[in-house]
């Protein structure tokens, strides 16, 4: 099930026109706020109509303006996450939970109820009203209501972006476990490069009202061009696999070979992970460097590098474990002569890769 | 009740049951107007609003004299009842109908706002998990506003209850048949010995308004606590 998108929508002072496609898997709508994301969500699922445009999920057509097509938000079967929630306020969790599968024609009821409520840890909940949740299981709850829909797709606009970061941190692993379960494929917005770096499979940088780059989340990041969160955002991720969990506190990663130690993660010996190496906290050096306490040392090759605006050059470098991005100064990288295709080692400090960057 | 005359008891009842009828009627079409007002933009909205509103500033006399022009035996809608049986001129029927129109503004003013204190996003989120916009409508808008419904409904009875100058002008004072409360009470003062009957009705008038009030306080509560979501 693939979603497609192409629309055009004005207001005064801002031009909306973006064009991009949603694969299975999930899909980040990645930029500022402000940047126009969730006027494009809101298209998609019928509740703002734009001047102009087409959006076709899998075989349906939901909106051909040329056509005059427009189907209604109810008949659309998406599943919407708001930022705020929305939970029907008089009904009971569980009565939010089935408002949408009981207006699901029984063929399509394939979602399990049970399964829904014990993958997002609802059970305690069950009834109790919306007034009494805390933020975080209000998410949940909003969630589990969009799954029950028998949603084709799910779209979730900055679900996490009214949530302090240890719910955030609650509710991550439950949308990396809805993606990993393989089922709808999920539209997701947020302006956070961490949520991005995390979950996305497919990214669509989206730069005041357009569409800048589309691909997988490693090669959009990995684009030092791309920095519609500003360059300080900037960052690659890298996959890897745990390799063991030391006594001190550390866990050892393989990174195509090479090793790579990380703050004690919660993911057994065996399984894989994706890792953000935010552009800033990486320092380059020409020789291998000794007598430091880094302890992630990844040797590489540079593959390009950007002189931007200010003092910083951003350097991309080639390593066994993948693309990374470097911050540098621009001075620094005329001290070091680095051009494409020098030879350098990539040092980036262990405690600075903060716990939000690392995800199944 | 036996401290209360056949006269006043019979006062009493048919206002209750103007009251009831009244109210009970102008609930579909007020809360309609209501969310119209609320939610919709369409021509005529300021038009549809003043009209509404009238009778709230109109003397209830003059209102009560348009009722009589339009719904009178000679009127162009009255005709048309009267040749069906279902003539409201000097009938209890047109009591309620009197009532109806002078407190149907204030049953219109409570629900529209408590339409506009519901979160649209609340419909939206609705309509996304495939309700149409009736059951949106029926099982999310209806419950919130329920007790802004509710408000609206017991003022429009009070209301009702006390209609005094719309009623005598279109119905007149028919004992038994348009003799509400209020003008019982009317008619008592003009009669030498009537004051003893006149109070009691105050009393009775007194008692129902308080009860109206303590059972919307009551009732609002509850379900106040139930949107919140507690």
Same mark, same amino acid.
């Given at each position: ?226 920095? %519609? ?90 390593? %066994? ?40 | ?77 009255? #005709? ?31 629900? #529209? ?107 609002? #509560? ?9």
């Amino acid at each position: 099930m693939t979603l497609e998108v192409r629309l055009r929508h004005g207001w005064p002072g801002f031009d909306l026109d973006v064009a991009f496609r949603a694969p299975a898997g999930v899909t980040v709508l990645y930029g500022r706020s402000g940047s126009g994301k969730s006027t494009v969500v809101d298209a998609v699922a019928g509740l703002l109509r734009p001047q102009s445009g087409r959006i076709v999920l899998g075989d349906r057509v939901l909106l051909d303006t040329d056509r005059g097509v427009a189907m209604p938000p109810h008949r659309r079967r998406l599943g919407y996450v708001f930022q705020d929630g929305r939970l029907f306020p008089h009904l009971t969790v569980r009565q939010n939970l089935m408002y949408g599968r009981r207006l699901a024609p029984a063929a399509r009821r394939r979602t399990d109820p049970e399964r829904v409520i014990a993958m997002l840890g609802l059970g305690p909940l069950l009834s109790r009203r919306p007034g009494t949740l805390s933020g975080g299981e209000k998410q949940r709850v909003a969630i589990g209501r969009a799954l029950l829909a028998e949603p084709e797709m799910l779209l979730a606009d900055e679900p996490l972006a009214s949530l302090d970061a240890p719910r955030k941190a609650e509710i991550l692993p439950y949308i990396e476990r809805l993606r990993d379960a393989g089922g709808v494929p999920i539209l997701y917005v947020t302006h956070s490069v961490a949520e991005v770096a995390r979950l996305a499979t497919w990214v669509v940088a989206l730069e005041a009202g357009h569409t800048t780059r589309e691909g997988p989340a490693q090669e959009v990041l990995g684009d030092p061009m791309v920095t %519609p969160a500003g360059v300080r955002a900037a960052g690659a991720v890298i996959e890897a696999t745990v390799m063991r969990h030391h006594d001190d506190g550390l866990t050892e990663l393989d990174a195509g070979g090479t090793p790579l130690f990380l703050p004690r993660v919660g993911i057994a010996a065996g399984g894989r992970l994706r890792v953000r190496i935010a552009a800033q906290d990486v320092i380059l050096s020409r020789g291998a460097p000794e007598g430091l306490s880094a302890l992630n040392v990844l040797p590489g090759r540079v593959a390009a590098l950007r002189q931007g605006e200010g003092p910083g050059a951003m350097v991309v470098l080639d390593t %066994p474990a993948g693309r990374l991005l470097a911050r540098v100064t621009r001075r620094s990288a005329a001290a070091l002569g680095l051009a494409e295709g020098t030879e350098c080692h990539a040092v980036m400090k262990t405690v600075a890769i903060a716990p939000e960057d690392v995800g199944a | 009740m036996t401290w209360l005359g056949p006269a006043e008891w019979e006062a009493v009842r048919l206002s209750l049951r103007v009251a009831f009828w009244a109210t009970l009627l102008s609930l579909p079409p007020g809360i309609f107007v209501a969310y119209a007002l609320a939610r919709w933009q369409f021509p005529g909205k300021s038009l549809l609003n003043g009209l509404v509103h009238l009778p709230l500033i109109l003397p209830p006399v003059v209102t009560g004299y348009l009722l009589l022009l339009t719904f009178g035996p000679q009127g162009p809608l009255g #005709r048309p009842l009267e040749a069906m049986g279902l003539g409201l001129a000097f009938r209890w029927t047109g009591a309620a109908l009197a009532a109806a129109v002078m407190a149907f503004p204030l049953l219109v003013r409570s629900v #529209r706002l408590s339409v506009e204190a519901v979160d649209p996003g609340l419909e939206e989120a609705a309509a996304t998990l495939g309700a149409p916009s009736a059951w949106v409508f029926a099982t999310v808008t209806l419950p919130l506003i329920l007790p802004g419904i509710l408000a609206g409904a017991i003022l429009a009875f009070a209301k009702a209850m006390g209609e005094f100058g719309a009623t005598i002008t279109f119905v007149s004072n028919i004992p038994g048949e348009t003799r509400t409360l209020p003008s019982a009470v009317y008619t008592f003062l003009q009669v030498p010995g009537g004051e003893a009957s006149a109070l009691r009705l105050v009393v009775v008038s007194v008692i129902v308004a308080m009860a109206a009030l303590a059972l919307s306080e009551i009732l609002a #509560r509850r379900i106040a606590a139930r949107v919140a979501g507690r």
